[in-house]
Nanobody, 114 residues
Framework: VQLQASGGGLVQTGGSLRLSCVST????????LGWYRQAPGKQRELVAE???????NYGDSVKGRFSISKDYAANRLYLQMNSLKPEDTAVYYC?????????WGQGTQVTVSS
């Protein structure tokens, strides 16, 4: 299983980015599809997760600004990030979890300038 995240980059405060994560396996077989991030010197934290049959959860700091979505046909997971802030600067990772395993993507850097 491989997950390839992309879409990161440098953006100004208030801007938007859309991250994408493509899987080599059928993501519909997994129960939890998520995005995490890790800023320098900090622990990795949950950004957003979509739980099969149970909606989505978001980290408190991104609620109302970020939105997770998925395309089962394309085996892609997305993270729409709006109203970006400098504190959103981090490496963003996608993750898929289920009875078939727990897999992480390689990360994509998001940098928000003030």
């Amino acid at each position: 299983v491989q997950l390839q995240a992309s879409g990161g980059g440098l953006v100004q405060t208030g801007g938007s980015l859309r991250l994408s994560c493509v899987s080599t396996v059928n993501i519909a077989l997994f129960d939890i599809l998520g995005w995490y991030r890790q800023a320098p010197g900090k622990q990795r934290e949950l950004v957003a997760e979509a739980i099969k049959g149970n909606g989505a959860n978001y980290g408190d700091s991104v609620k109302g600004r970020f939105s997770i979505s998925k395309d089962y046909a394309a085996n892609r997971l997305y993270l729409q990030m709006n109203s970006l802030k400098p504190e959103d600067t981090a490496v963003y990772y996608c993750r898929i979890q289920g009875s078939r395993g727990d897999y992480w993507g390689q990360g994509t850097q998001v940098t928000v300038s003030s």
